[in-house]
C-alpha cells in the first residue's frame, strides 16, 4: 500500500505541471480526498500551484500562451519612398483583432493584418502590435509584438556634368554634350544628345536615314544615292538644279525645245550658237550638225561624237577610237582624253590627223 501511494503522487505531481489554471482547483479538491493520509505534501500542493499557474497563463488568447509572429522577422530595413508591405499573424489562436500604433507616415493598417505605403521621412520607428480575442479590440490579448523600422533617404546617383548621365556610365563625366563617346557627324555632341547625328540639317525624328548625310526624306528622282534635298543635280541630266529651269525632268533644261518633243537641242548648251540652216550650226567648237536634237553630232572635222553637257559650255565626248573626251569653252582647242590619261590638243587645219597627243607625242587621226 506504501509503493503504489508514492506511486501516485508522482502521477499528480506531473499533471499539476501541465494543466491549465481552470482545472487546477478541481485537481486541488482531488488531492485532498486521496492524499489525507499524506497532509504535509497536500500541503505544499496548495502552496506550489498558485505560482506554477501564474506563469503558465500569462497574456493568453483562450487559456493558451498564444503571440503575434511575422514571417518577415521584427525588424525592417528600408529606404524612403519604398513600398513596403508588413504581414503578421498570431499563433495557435487566431486573434479577432489588432490594435497597430506607431506607424510612421506614409504607412497604414488594412484593419486586417498587413502594413503597408511607403515612408515619407527618414528615421528610426517603433511599431507596437497587440492582437485580441474579440473583434473590437477586447478580451484577452496578446504580449506587444514590436516591429523596429529603419528608414533611410536613398543615395542620389552622381552626375557631375548634369547630362542626365550617372558618372558611373559616363565616359565623359564633366562634359554634358558627352556621355557614350558615339558621335556619328564628329561635330563635339555625342548621338544621345545630337538632334542631327549625320548633321545634314534634318532632325532625326523627320530623318528617314538619320545616320545618311546624304539622305532623309527617301526622294531620289534619279537614282544616284543622294536624295533630292541634298542633290545639286536632282534630274541627273549635267545641268545643275540652280541654272535648270527644269530640275526634275531629265530631258529639259533651258526650256528651248525646238521640236517641241519635250527633248531640247543640244545647242542650248552652248553660250553662243549660229544657225547655218538645216541643224547645222557654228560655236566656239567648230561647225556640227545635230540630227533630231538627240546627243549625236557630227563635227565637220572630228566626226561624230556623242556629246554629254555637264554644265554651259563644257562637256564630255565620246568618240569611238578615243574614248572620252573632256572639253570646255575655256580650254579649247585642248581636250582631255579619259584613257589613257593624258592631254589632246585638236588639229583643225589639218586635213590628216585631228589630234595632237602630248603623251604619246604622235597625231591622232
Do not use: C
Amino acid at each position: 500500500m506504501q509503493l503504489s501511494k508514492k506511486k501516485l503522487r508522482v502521477i499528480l505531481s506531473f499533471a499539476l505541471l501541465v494543466e491549465a489554471r481552470s482545472f487546477a482547483p478541481k485537481i486541488i479538491k482531488i488531492s485532498g480526498l486521496l492524499l489525507k493520509p499524506v497532509p504535509s505534501f497536500l500541503k505544499s500542493v496548495h502552496g506550489w500551484m498558485p505560482a506554477t499557474a501564474g506563469v503558465v497563463t500569462t497574456h493568453a488568447l483562450s487559456g493558451a500562451t498564444t503571440e503575434v509572429k511575422s514571417y518577415q522577422g521584427n525588424s525592417l530595413s528600408v529606404k524612403t519612398g519604398e513600398t513596403v508591405s508588413f504581414r503578421f499573424f498570431t499563433s495557435r489562436y487566431t486573434a479577432g483583432s489588432y490594435r497597430v500604433s506607431g506607424l510612421p507616415n506614409g504607412l497604414s493598417y488594412d484593419g486586417r493584418n498587413t502594413i503597408s505605403g511607403s515612408i515619407s521621412e527618414a528615421g528610426n520607428y517603433s511599431v507596437n502590435i497587440i492582437g485580441y480575442r474579440g473583434y473590437s479590440q477586447n478580451g484577452s490579448s496578446t504580449p506587444t509584438f514590436l516591429l523596429s523600422v529603419d528608414a533611410s533617404d536613398p543615395v542620389l546617383p552622381i552626375d557631375s556634368d548634369g547630362d542626365g548621365v550617372d558618372d558611373s556610365s559616363d565616359q565623359f563625366p564633366d562634359d554634358p554634350k558627352r556621355a557614350s563617346g558615339s558621335d556619328f557627324d564628329s561635330d563635339g555632341t555625342d548621338d544621345e544628345f545630337d538632334n542631327d547625328d549625320d548633321n545634314d540639317g534634318v532632325v532625326d525624328t523627320s530623318d528617314l536615314y538619320p545616320k545618311d548625310a546624304l539622305r532623309a526624306s527617301g526622294n531620289d528622282a534619279d537614282g544616284d544615292g543622294t536624295d533630292d534635298e541634298f542633290d545639286g543635280d536632282r534630274d541627273g541630266d549635267g545641268v545643275d538644279n540652280t541654272t535648270d529651269q527644269f530640275p526634275d525632268d531629265p530631258k529639259r533644261a533651258s526650256a528651248d525645245d525646238f521640236a517641241g518633243d519635250s527633248n531640247e537641242t543640244i545647242t542650248t548648251n552652248f553660250s553662243s550658237t549660229t544657225n547655218l540652216s538645216d541643224n547645222w550650226f557654228d560655236a566656239w567648237l567648230g561647225i556640227f550638225y545635230t540630227a533630231n536634237k538627240q546627243n549625236w553630232i557630227f563635227h565637220s572635222h572630228l566626226g561624230w561624237l556623242y556629246i554629254h553637257p555637264v554644265g554651259k559650255d563644257a562637256f564630255w565626248f565620246y568618240d569611238y577610237d578615243l574614248g572620252w573626251l573632256y572639253t570646255s569653252k575655256d580650254l579649247y582647242p585642248y581636250f582631255y582624253r579619259n584613257s589613257p590619261a593624258g592631254w589632246l590638243y585638236h588639229l583643225a587645219n589639218s586635213k590628216k590627223s585631228r589630234f595632237w597627243s602630248y603623251s604619246q607625242e604622235i597625231e591622232l587621226e
